[in-house]
């Protein structure tokens, strides 16, 4: 059974940072692919950054160069570090995972979902 559950939302002034946590009781063993999307009011859902099982082979698709996307393997926990805030990143942030030894991307089909976090920028 995988779980996941995001933590460290919450509300940061524009240009400000936060960091999200997801924790992952499931995906401990194999290849698979983790990654963040976000849904902004009233928007679709968007991906953000992902990252293969090693933590090796990672991509932002959003806010490069502000946002960033690791995870701790020993924690079995993936982190966004998100720098410079801007009004517009105000979303709802979801974790997925998905197993995966290929592409690992906004392009595939994520069976796992977190509860999400929400991240207001004002």
């Known amino acids: 059974h995988v779980q996941l559950v995001e933590s460290g939302g919450g509300s940061a002034q524009t240009g400000g940072s936060l960091r999200l946590s997801c924790a992952d009781s499931?995906?401990?063993?194999?290849?698979?692919?983790m990654g963040w999307f976000r849904q902004p009011p009233g928007k679709e859902r968007e991906g953000v950054g992902f990252i293969d099982f090693s933590g090796s082979q990672s991509s932002i698709e959003l806010a490069k160069g502000r946002f960033t996307i690791s995870k701790d393997n020993a924690k079995n926990t993936l982190y966004l570090q998100m720098d410079r805030l801007k009004p517009e990143d105000t979303a709802m942030y979801y974790c997925?995972?998905?197993?995966?030894?290929?592409?690992?991307?906004?392009?595939?089909?994520?069976?796992?979902w977190g509860q999400g976090t929400q991240v207001t920028v004002s």
């Open positions: 499931g995906y401990t063993y194999g290849t698979y692919c």
């Open positions: 997925a995972v998905v197993r995966s030894d290929g592409y690992c991307g906004s392009l595939r089909t994520f069976p796992n």
